[in-house]
């Protein structure tokens, strides 16, 4: 998988390989090797090993494994794939996936403890037994009145959210939305422009969260909660894209999302906030062909807040499959203070990525300016925006509390703030700003990603070199049923695929 910090255990010699991965291929060995075997072997035909390594090598074809520890840090993407050849090859249905939190203090973790309570009620928005359409892309989507479904009208705080698919649905449900209908729901869609099917929010809908593969839900922490079942909350819409490139006829779907919650409140409410193009108002009618790149200019957004600063609880970057490299600075004062990507963007792995470096304890202040930059490649000549899944986006999500009253659009969307700061040349700059240019880059070379990097991989630096914890050692346990394993350490997905 591409962009995944690799190691390898081989059976027969009791050997591992430090390498790393840059495309769809075979690993590629590191010059430098840091790994380290401490034990491994063959015991009742289960294959195991453990391994450790400095935490930081300073190796620029090594991730930084860097403190996933407390919640909300996400936990780190891990992949694995094995096989019983003598040599490495493709592994087709032999693999794993999954999230490891390296760094903990053996407590249970917050979605599971969530999960598990009895305390809470449990409210599912489920897809009625939709029948997918045959064509490759489709928004299906439903509205649901909580206060019928929940048969109370006591308002109260929803504190996680979790997805329910069936595994068969997997290679269809491409993401999950939900949003509140203030006006209530509106009239049954039939096929809008081929695309949308179902039932509308009436008028305005406010974006609450939005789910993709990779993610095993969101939590919110014990000091806030999302609010329903107040005027604007009482109404939901569920809305989930169907990807079918196999035109399959006849699949049956009942996906959609479990709320949880409690009529205790607590003492903030969740908001979410969208910044690039989440309208799909870019006004570019195509996309380089080659290497390019797109930026958006969030400057002035985050003077509107009503506190000095917010919380983020989870942060998602979005794009379709012809995105090669994702970036979100924040600038304070002409300085960066934060900075999210994702070197290695991959749509069929996960619609939404959530790297290990999003969740890092930032708190975004007033006045800060967000910028966002979407890099493309493809071989395409006639690619453009577009809610269709062979479409293209560039949008990042941020739930955050205690919610503000930003300057915005249909009370979620800063259209207003997020100006395109690089379009097409000859697109008019009245409406949206300063345009510069959709920048045409020349090759690989230019995403600035890494393995890319070249120099001493004793003296090159690539992430942090913080070590946070002073354990040096990863241990894979319990043993898996392997001959090799990799771990995509620090790689954008919450997956190991």
Not at 50 to 77: Q, V
Not at 328 to 354: C, I, L, M, P
Not at 391 to 405: A, L, R, T, V
Request: with cysteine; aromatic share 8%.
């Amino acid at each position: 998988m591409a962009g995944s910090d690799i190691v390898y255990y081989e059976a027969a010699s009791n050997t591992i390989t430090d390498s790393h991965a840059k495309g769809e291929s075979a690993p590629i060995k590191d010059t430098c090797q840091d790994w380290t075997l401490v034990s491994g072997g063959v015991e009742s035909g289960k294959i195991f090993f453990e391994a450790k390594r400095t935490l930081a090598t300073g190796d620029p074809e090594d991730r930084a494994i860097i403190s996933d520890h407390p919640f909300p840090k996400n936990l780190h993407r891990v992949i694995g794939a094995w096989g019983d050849g003598t040599t490495i090859g493709y592994h087709s249905g032999n693999r794993l996936k999954g999230g490891i939190r390296f760094f903990t203090d053996g407590s249970t973790e917050k979605l599971d403890t969530v999960i598990s309570d009895t305390s809470l009620q449990n409210t599912d928005l489920l897809a009625p037994s939709y029948t997918v359409p045959s064509h490759r892309t489709t928004y299906y989507r439903q509205c649901y009145d909580l206060q019928d479904l929940i048969g109370d009208s006591t308002e109260r705080h929803v504190v996680a959210m979790t997805p329910v698919i069936a595994e068969a649905s997997n290679p269809y449900v491409h993401h999950l939305t939900i949003s509140a209908c203030p006006n209530g729901c509106g009239t049954p869609l039939s096929g809008r422009e081929g695309v949308y099917e179902g039932t509308e929010c009436n008028g305005v809908e406010n974006m609450i969260w939005a789910w993709a593969p990779g993610h095993d839900g969101i939590v919110y922490p014990d000091e806030a909660g999302l609010r329903i079942l107040t005027a604007t909350y009482r109404y939901m819409l569920l809305e989930i894209h169907y990807d079918n490139p196999g035109a399959t006829t006849g699949f049956s779907d009942s996906s959609g999302l479990k709320l949880h919650h409690t009529t205790t409140l607590r003492p903030n409410d969740i908001g979410l906030l969208v910044i690039g193009d989440p309208t799909i108002d870019i006004p570019i009618n195509f996309i380089r062909e080659g290497v390019s790149k797109i930026s958006f200019d969030c400057k002035g957004l985050m003077a509107t807040m009503t506190d000095q600063e917010i919380n983020i609880v989870q942060r998602g970057l979005h794009m379709h499959d012809a995105g090669a490299k994702m970036e979100v600075r924040v600038e304070r004062n002409g300085q960066t203070v934060d900075t999210t990507k994702v070197d290695y963007w991959d749509f069929k792995a996960a619609g939404v990525h959530s790297p290990i470096t999003a969740n890092n304890g930032f708190k975004p202040q007033k006045g800060d300016d967000f910028y966002i930059d979407c890099y493309f490649k493809t071989s395409s000549t006639g690619l453009s925006f577009g809610v269709g899944s062979n479409d293209e986006m560039c949008m990042e999500f941020i739930s955050y509390w205690p919610k503000q009253n930003f300057q915005q659009v249909a009370d979620w969307i800063p259209r207003e703030s997020c100006v395109l700061a690089q379009a097409c040349d000859s697109c008019d700059p009245t409406p949206f700003g300063n345009y510069l240019d959709n920048v045409g880059l020349s090759g690989d070379q230019d995403l600035g990603r890494a393995f890319d990097q070249t120099g001493d991989c004793r003296g090159g630096v690539v992430g942090t070199t913080t070590t946070p914890e002073p354990s040096t050692v990863v241990s894979l346990a319990p043993k898996f049923l392997l001959t090799a394993i990799l771990l995509a350490l620090g790689a954008a997905r919450f997956n190991l695929t």
